[in-house]
């Protein structure tokens, strides 16, 4: 049995909390969550996944081992067919940006992501638009997240130069804004930029 999503169609998950800054999404798949940096968007909102989970459905109860007598990890679903009911898999995203009526704005949306909204994962012209500027990386150095800010920034420009027609002059633009958002923060930067390869 594979869990794990083809995201063919992009739609992956559902807004399960909102705020102005952030939003956590429940994946429709068990194990179907995007990659660290991946842009993602819900209505006109995007976000730039910093955090997953999978955990159990009751609060508290945690999953037991069930692999001892199996051979490999997916015989352990084979033989418990009921895990994939009473286990979910999650993700938080850091709101980046929204589309209005005139262009795609890359700071905080007037209202946060909709309870229930479909998130959908990016396709590749999306990330090629959304790459076309770096005013998001604004909002990324200064978010306060339960992650180092310098590996989601490193993992998201990683992720957008992937569709860019120039991988490498993309990451060129993005060192060099960061170069100047940080300019007083040399070790943050260093590390930033050497996770970019």
């Known amino acids: 049995m594979r869990f794990i999503n083809n995201q063919s169609s ?6 399960i909390e909102a705020e102005t800054t952030r939003f956590t999404a429940q994946c429709y798949d068990l194990y179907g969550l995007p990659p660290l940096g991946s842009l993602v968007h819900t209505g006109d909102v995007y976000a730039i ?4 989970s999978t955990s159990s459905l009751e609060p508290g109860r945690k999953p037991l081992a069930r692999g001892k007598d ?13 895990l994939a009911k009473l286990l979910r898999s999650e993700f938080e995203a850091v709101t980046v940006g929204f589309k209005d009526v005139e262009s795609l704005r890359q700071y905080l949306p007037p209202q946060p992501a909709r309870i229930h909204a479909f998130v959908y994962l990016c396709q590749p012209d ?10 998001f990386l604004d909002i990324l150095v200064n978010a306060a997240l339960p992650i180092p800010a310098e590996e ?14 120039d991988p490498r002059a993309f990451l060129v633009a993005a060192g060099k804004e960061l170069a100047s958002l ?3 923060q040399y070790d ?10």
């Open 10 to 15: 992009g739609k992956i998950a559902e807004v």
């Open 49 to 52: 996944v910093f955090n997953a």
């Open 70 to 82: 199996e051979t490999t990890e997916e015989d352990i679903y084979k033989s418990s067919p009921q």
């Open 126 to 135: 999306e990330v090629k638009e959304f790459g076309g500027s770096f005013d």
């Open 152 to 165: 989601l920034i490193a993992a998201s420009l990683r992720q957008m130069s992937r569709v860019q027609d």
């Open 182 to 184: 940080l300019s007083s």
């Open 188 to 197: 943050r930067l260093k590390s930033i930029l050497g996770r970019l390869s």
